[in-house]
């Protein structure tokens, strides 16, 4: 009998082990407007857009500034356009404070049939001008507690569940208090949730101090996404940035194209392609103007993927950066790096 339980013991512990290696290494899940669902990394990705920006400020912005009807008829054709290109995965990193209005993506994504994923976090570049006053007295726990409240229980009374962190710093070496809370109260909120972090950057400048600031939170660097990176003169700082582990999110393409080829070969010359994201931060409709001039999502199949062909992108590397990268960046699951430095 005791020989008997002993094994039944070992097996039961066996499983235990087994199933927690078995589950710490799942992919994860994406997480868009309607709700959660597996990783498939054969579908198409703009992994960086916006539908709507206001530019007001978070001690004026309100969300009757904006008629949703009107956005969604000026908006609507460029989406469909998409279509031809099969892209399924549409990331609106418009935050809070800026224009993020999830009832209306939530109507564009029924009209589109697109997975429309949205964000959580604060913005903080522009000296802080889209902060309210209320987060600038938060500490940083309660900062990630509130966007972890929005991954747990939803976004203004819906059921619209963020799908990663959305934050931003001014580009400088030496991060503000403000930007130093943000980029710790991102990484408090991706230990509990998991949500990828995607920090508006620019230059590398900035970079190194939000890098270090996960590190001594115990996050990975392959849970932070360095956007804008095509602003950054210095390839060999894309090169360094890659050997950290994070995503390097060229993302201009709405307004550029030169900078986008140079680091992109220069990425598949030094072997780091598989850490490249691209998009075109375009859109969007802005309340503060009487006219729009809306830039199309479609420069980079009409202009950017033949281009790549012509100079000897294969089509499994340019399925990295459309399908593959995007869906593995995006993936909501914590990476960490051991448990979290003691500050002396």
């Known amino acids: 009998m005791k020989l008997k339980l002993i094994k039944i013991l070992t097996a039961y512990i066996f499983f235990l082990v087994v199933w927690g290696g078995i589950a710490q290494n799942k992919p ?8 959660k669902h597996a990783v498939k990394p054969g579908e198409i990705w703009l992994s960086h857009e916006h ?11 309100i969300s009757s500034s904006w008629n949703k009807d009107d956005v969604s008829k000026q908006l609507l054709p460029f989406l469909l356009e998409l279509q031809d290109f099969n892209v399924k995965y549409f990331v609106d990193a418009t935050p809070k404070y800026l224009g993020r ?37 938060n500490t940083a726990e309660e900062l990630a507690q509130q966007w972890l409240e929005e991954f747990e229980e939803g976004i203004d009374g819906t059921t619209v569940k963020p799908g990663f962190i959305k934050i931003s710093v001014d580009n ?37 101090p939000q890098l270090e600031i996960l590190s001594e939170q115990g996050v990975s660097p392959k849970a ?29 393409l709405a307004w550029e194209m030169d900078k ?71 993936a909501i699951h914590k990476r960490s790096i051991g448990a979290k430095r003691e500050n002396p």
């Open 28 to 35: 994860g899940y994406i997480q868009d407007i309607k709700g």
């Open 101 to 137: 209005d999830v009832h209306l993506l939530q109507e564009l994504a029924d009209k589109t049939g697109m997975r429309i994923i949205t964000n959580t976090g604060l913005y903080g570049a522009q000296n802080n001008k889209f902060i309210p006053d209320i987060a600038r007295r």
């Open 224 to 252: 932070f996404i360095w956007v804008h990176a095509q602003a950054e003169e210095e390839e060999t700082n894309l090169q360094k940035a890659a050997k950290t582990g994070c995503w390097i999110s060229l993302d201009g």
């Open 260 to 330: 986008h080829i140079e680091k992109l070969l220069y990425a598949k010359r030094n072997g780091f392609l598989d850490q490249i994201l691209i998009s075109h931060d375009a859109g969007w409709y802005d309340p503060q103007k009487k006219s729009q001039n809306i830039q199309p999502y479609t420069t980079i199949f009409k202009t950017l993927l033949p281009l790549l062909r012509s100079k000897g992108f294969t089509e499994d590397e340019i399925n990295l950066l459309i399908s593959v990268n995007p869906s593995k960046a995006y």
């Open 51 to 61: 539908i709507l920006v206001d530019f007001i400020g978070a001690d004026k912005i």
């Open 172 to 208: 400088t070496d030496s991060l503000s208090p403000m930007h130093e809370k943000l980029v710790t109260a991102a990484a408090l909120c991706h230990l509990k949730s998991g949500l990828t972090i995607a920090s508006h950057t620019g230059k590398a400048l900035a970079l190194w």
